[in-house]
């Protein structure tokens, strides 16, 4: 499935977040960093590609992860330097900084990133499945940021993203196992996953 903000299911457990970001696209005046936590597989991927795909239209958008940032970083020499890309952005998305958490040079990098994009009023937002003040051992690094956690979907989220799927595959699912899958599953992608196992067994069946 495509990740949009229009097929982008809110509740409870992700609105501020969705909220935030939504506003990223249409205040154009003056922009703080905004930071978005919570386990891996409750939909954070999902929500900045999202807005990453809006934001192309007006910005010069740079959507990438961590593992990305570390590559370049350690690239990087006195002869040609790999971030760049980074800082001459317009709107920056870097997901999954946890994995700098021990890493001081790369978190230094980062910080002095971030400060970078606030004195140039320039938009950013990381993502993680841990909170700032864990991912950064820098003093005061959580300050700057907008911070917004999404938690494990509510019932509500779930039959919403069920109701969406079927009405996108023309597919109704079996009441019984849908009532299992709702009291079992506490993430998002994992829920995906098994509604597109559950529709291919439902085409094989239509087969034999």
Do not use: W
Not at 56 to 72: G, H, P, Q, S, Y
Not at 75 to 100: A, H, M, P, S, W
Not at 135 to 152: A, C, K, P, R
């Amino acid at each position: 499935m495509e990740m949009t903000l229009e097929n982008f299911i809110v509740d409870n457990s992700n609105e501020k977040a969705y909220k935030a970001i939504k506003k990223l696209l249409k205040d154009r005046k003056e922009y703080l960093p905004i930071y978005i936590y919570g386990k891996i597989g409750l939909g954070k991927t999902h929500l900045v590609t999202g807005i990453a795909d809006k934001a192309m239209k007006n910005d010069n958008v740079l959507l990438a992860t961590c593992e990305n940032f570390i590559n370049d970083f350690m690239r990087t020499n006195g002869e040609k330097n790999y971030l760049g890309k980074y800082y001459n952005c317009e709107f920056l998305i870097l997901e999954d900084v946890q994995y700098i958490l021990n890493k001081k040079p790369i978190q230094k990098e980062i910080n002095k990133l971030v400060d970078d994009f606030i004195s140039k009023n320039k938009k950013i937002v990381l993502t993680s499945s841990l909170p700032p003040e864990i991912s950064f051992n820098i003093e005061g690094f959580s300050d700057n940021f907008l911070v917004y956690q999404i938690t494990i979907p509510t019932v509500k989220l779930k039959r919403g993203i069920i109701r969406m799927v079927e009405k996108e595959k023309d597919v109704v699912f079996d009441k019984e196992n849908l009532r299992k899958i709702i009291d079992e599953v506490d993430n998002v992608k994992t829920l995906y996953d098994i509604l597109k196992e559950e529709y291919k067994q439902i085409r094989f069946d239509t087969l034999i």
